[in-house]
């Protein structure tokens, strides 16, 4: 996984194996439950801010994820939420479509902020009795990482920079043909100033009308 440009590597973890419910006395009858736990254990005393959980599946139907939360209070007590019930995993629990996809939940999916977790529990249900096992492979945690104000800013100049350097011109005149001309314009005002008297202006006014032939000429 990678955000920003950066490599975010998975949190080492531990995935314990897992436990079928059982139907009957024999363990041959586990796995026709269609019910699979299989809790990963954080870091210890060190809790994960979790922005993603990625795996492959293997004929798992449909995922539960619970995520062991700990409170920030004083009792620091931790607590069980279910952060997402029942994701389907499969097309159809009888047929093939989706049963080995790689697959990913990011923490905007789960119910609950993935804030402060110990322990994460997989809830796994195929209830199609066509595959004998299923399972989840290759399970991975990424830590959510706060952005740094820093960089934003950084990034925000290079981007303003890069704008200044290659502007959008479609569609624009060129703007060196612009500046010559407004310069162009700038000099033909001031020789005009200069040039300007009170009896310039007064030539068109005679005894209260206007020189036919001066009114011609202009």
Known sequence: MSGSGVDIQPVSCTI???????IGDTKADAARSGVCVVDVTLPFGKPVNIEEITFKNYYTAYVTVRLLRKSLGPEANAKWWTALRDLPLMDNPHTEGGSQDYCSIHRTQMQVEADH????????RQ??????TFGLEHIQIFPHTKPDPEKEVSDWLSDLTLVDQHPDLEGLPDPQTVSSSIQQMWALTEVMQTNQTTASIGRFDVDGCYDINLLSLT
């Open 16 to 22: 314990k194996p897992p436990v079928y419910l059982h």
């Open 127 to 132: 209830p199609s009795s066509t595959w004998l």
């Open 117 to 124: 977790v110990s322990s994460v529990r997989l809830i796994l």
